[in-house]
């Protein structure tokens, strides 16, 4: 059963922001979240995770909401090589055993 | 780097049949984890190896296994293969603790096919 919920695709134009949204309300006081993504042909790539905390590294930001229930990913000046499959998935951090969903399909468009 | 290399990266079985996909990890990387990637189920966890030793397990029949050598290099074995295993296997390898590290690294993974 699926923990995380995802829209099915997004649009975003090149250069501007891509705002991946992320609901996980069932999330325990344990499990972090997790952001991948996964381009054609390719096997996923780890982008960023965070507890509670925002958080933000090289490729992107990631804004968790205080209740913990649902959380942003920020790409803050996409690319047509942002252009993939974005997964989200809450996970105790030392416990390799994850499972993804359908994702967000993003398209970055010229 | 080099990242993490998984061979081959496409294979056509015969149902019945048995089939071996190979993982090197990074180097230094001494986590390995199997994962099996179809459209209908997404990705799914098969295992996990640490030092050699399953540390962790989905929830796959037992004709799903897997080793890992002293070099963390890892295997594993798909016995009696069905239409239903034709899939995209992926191996991720990461250091001992995920919350001091940016997770896992995949590999391109192996397309099998089974017919």
């Known amino acids: 059963d699926a923990k995380t919920t995802q829209p099915p695709s997004m649009d975003c134009a090149e250069g501007r922001a891509a705002n991946l949204p992320c609901n996980h309300s069932?999330?325990?006081?344990?499990?972090?979240v997790y952001w991948y993504r996964q381009i054609h042909s390719q096997g996923p790539q780890y982008i960023i995770h965070g507890l509670k905390n925002n958080e933000t590294n090289e490729m992107a930001s990631l804004i968790i909401t205080e209740d913990r229930k649902s959380s942003t990913l920020i790409l803050p000046h996409a690319t047509l090589r942002d252009t993939a499959v974005y997964y989200c998935?809450?996970?105790?951090?030392?416990?390799?055993?994850?499972?993804f969903g359908a994702g967000t399909r993003l398209t970055v468009k010229p | 780097k080099a990242g993490v290399t998984q061979t081959p990266r496409y294979l056509i079985k015969t149902r019945g049949q048995q089939v071996t996909l190979s993982c090197s990890p990074i180097s230094g990387h001494r986590s390995v984890s199997w994962y099996q990637q179809t459209p209908g189920q997404g990705l799914q966890f098969l295992f996990e190896?640490?030092?050699?030793?399953?540390?962790n397990k989905g929830n796959f029949p037992g004709r799903f296994s897997g080793r890992q050598f002293s070099n963390s290099r890892s295997e594993m074995n798909v016995s009696t293969l069905e239409l239903g295993d034709s899939a995209l296997y992926l191996c991720a390898s990461s250091l001992t603790n995920l919350t001091l590290v940016r997770g896992e690294y995949f590999g391109a993974g192996t397309r099998l096919s089974v017919l």
């Open positions: 998935i809450v996970r105790v951090a030392v416990n390799n055993d994850m499972r």
């Open positions: 190896y640490f030092s050699e030793t399953q540390r």
């Open positions: 069932t999330i325990s006081g344990n499990e972090y």
